[in-house]
């Protein structure tokens, strides 16, 4: 029996696939591999969801992540021409902006380690004035905050938090030293204590390896967790990874169908990188891909919304 085979019957007789069945999946034919990935989608998670973001706090940030335009240790425009937390009305006007568009999920995302409190409140008030107004769902991406600020960010009526594990933890070491993987982990515990889900995902492209990959999204399995964003690395000008070689296309098509054999059930989220594809992701979601970050992303274009819920269609999907 075939790798592929194997893989989908473990998974249709309720048990997960190990690090080594992914890592032989991933060197599987590749219209084969696409093909059962996009089965299990069907079988397992067969809606789509779309969310939109806005970089409420950008640049100047104290943490030193080798692939982002935002740390203040590296000389990319967007490190420096950085601004602090933007009013409610400001965060309002553009989750209006996608809502009318149709795009009912929104997520704040802040630059920095860790929002403090009185960031906190800020954000709650901006929650509490969008959800007076318009029936949107909010997620916040603050960083490393605490069980009390998440509990304030849910009381506010947020429902969901934004916290990449971004690679393995031996990669993700490689790539930043002011904070750990661990550090994270430890804030995503105290947001599901309470009571918050969880978006978590990663970046592929840095340079490490495929079996990097899959250690993260198991790590990410083993926390339950159920949305899953994938980015792919844009090399921005002045950052440690401005030279990264691009991934190849077949390369991320590999990857997030085999992500699909490790999390069947789950949302994998095209986000940032995929205006760079040449198809803007369309074949990732007939694959195994079932959700997207749509419009700009932090501080990389992204694509429209008329163009995303076009691809959408043509994919046949329902939404979320
Ligand atoms: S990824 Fe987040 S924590 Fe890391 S440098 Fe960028 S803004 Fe700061």
Redesign the pocket.
């Known amino acids: 029996m075939s790798v592929i085979k194997e893989c989908m019957l473990k998974i249709q007789n309720g048990e997960s696939i190990l690090k080594s069945d992914a890592l032989s999946l991933y060197k599987e034919d590749l219209d084969e591999l696409l093909s059962a990935a996009n089965q299990l989608k069907n079988e397992y998670c067969n809606k789509f969801d779309m969310c939109s973001l806005i970089n409420a706090k950008s640049g100047n ?5 080798k ?5 203040a ?1 590296y000389k990319s425009k967007y490190a420096k021409e950085g601004y602090s937390l933007l009013s409610k009305e400001k965060i309002f006007d553009r989750a209006k902006y996608n809502f009318e568009k149709g795009v009912k999920r929104f997520a704040i995302v ?4 860790a929002l403090n409190d009185e960031e906190v409140d800020s954000v709650c008030e901006a929650v509490k004035f969008i959800k007076s107004k318009i029936n949107m769902k909010i997620c916040v991406s603050g ?1 490393l905050m605490n069980y009390n600020q998440f509990c304030r960010l849910k009381d506010s009526g947020v429902t969901g938090i934004h916290n ?1 594990l ?1 690679s393995s933890e031996s990669f993700f070491k490689t790539m ?1 030293s ?2 750990t993987r661990n550090d994270k982990i430890t804030a995503i515990k105290a947001a599901q204590k309470a009571g918050l889900n969880i978006c978590c995902g990663g970046i592929i492209g840095l340079g490490e390896s495929i079996e990097d990959r899959i250690d993260m999204v198991i790590n990410i399995r083993e926390l339950g967790i159920k949305s899953i964003p994938v980015n792919i690395l844009e090399p921005i000008s002045g950052t440690p990874c401005e030279n990264n070689k691009p991934l190849t296309e077949e390369e991320i098509l590999r990857t997030v169908a085999v992500f699909r054999f490790l999390v069947p059930d789950s949302f994998i989220r095209m986000a940032g990188g995929r205006s760079k594809l040449s198809d803007y992701g369309e074949k990732c979601f007939k694959s195994g891909a079932n959700a997207a970050i749509t419009g700009d992303m ?1 501080t990389t274009c992204g694509i429209s919304i008329e163009k995303d819920f076009e691809i959408v269609k043509n994919c046949g999907y329902q939404m979320n």
């Open positions: 940030c104290s943490e030193n992540c692939f982002c335009a935002q740390s240790f802040t630059s920095g380690r960083g990449n971004e930043c002011t904070h932090l």
